[in-house]
């Protein structure tokens, strides 16, 4: 409702611009989205199996490639 808050994470750096788009187009002011996956560890994700047509097909792995463009933290 109007005085709640909701938080979204997204590790998919594609996704994850979508995401935030969408927020400022549909003007959400309650909602947060974060660029990180959750876990029970510290931590960084790459996303594998990226389908440009269906992303929520998109999963994630643990890396330590912190070089990576596509990384967010767990």
Do not use: C
Not at 51 to 64: A, H, P, Y
Request: net charge negative.
């Amino acid at each position: 409702g109007p005085g709640g808050w909701a938080y979204g994470f997204e590790p998919n750096p594609i996704t994850y611009k979508k995401l935030v788009s969408n927020l400022k187009l549909n003007t959400f002011p309650n909602i947060s989205a974060t660029q990180a996956a959750l876990g029970n560890m510290e931590g960084l994700v790459e996303p594998v199996n990226i389908v440009e047509d269906n992303l929520g097909r998109s999963m994630v792995r643990i890396t330590t490639n912190d070089k990576h463009d596509l990384t967010s933290p767990i």
